[in-house]
């Protein structure tokens, strides 16, 4: 899992095996901003489940800004928005 953050938003990235489809893919919000990823091929033994928890600083994230697109090459994309910071 690869995460890259901007001012705007944090990018998350994982190539997952061919044999994961967009229906396999699980996203939750968990409480204490973390994000837990499932990806679970149930009819396979070997090389079926993947799983992340990814811990956000507090109050960093809008966890409604969460958005997820699993590529026809397996590429799994997950963007969370991060809050505006405001500057006195």
């Known amino acids: 899992m690869d995460v890259q953050s901007s001012s705007s938003e944090y990018t998350l990235t994982v190539q997952l095996p061919d044999h ?6 699980t996203i939750s919000v968990l409480k204490g ?13 070997a090389e079926c489940h993947f799983e992340w928890v ?3 600083p507090p109050h960093d994230i809008d966890m409604s800004g969460v958005h997820a697109q699993l590529g026809a090459d397996g590429v799994l994309v997950i963007g969370v928005h991060r809050r505006p910071r405001y500057h006195v």
């Open 20 to 25: 994961i489809k967009h229906e396999m893919v």
């Open 54 to 56: 990814i811990n956000f």
């Open 33 to 45: 901003s973390k994000l837990k990823i499932i990806a679970d091929a149930w009819h396979m033994e």
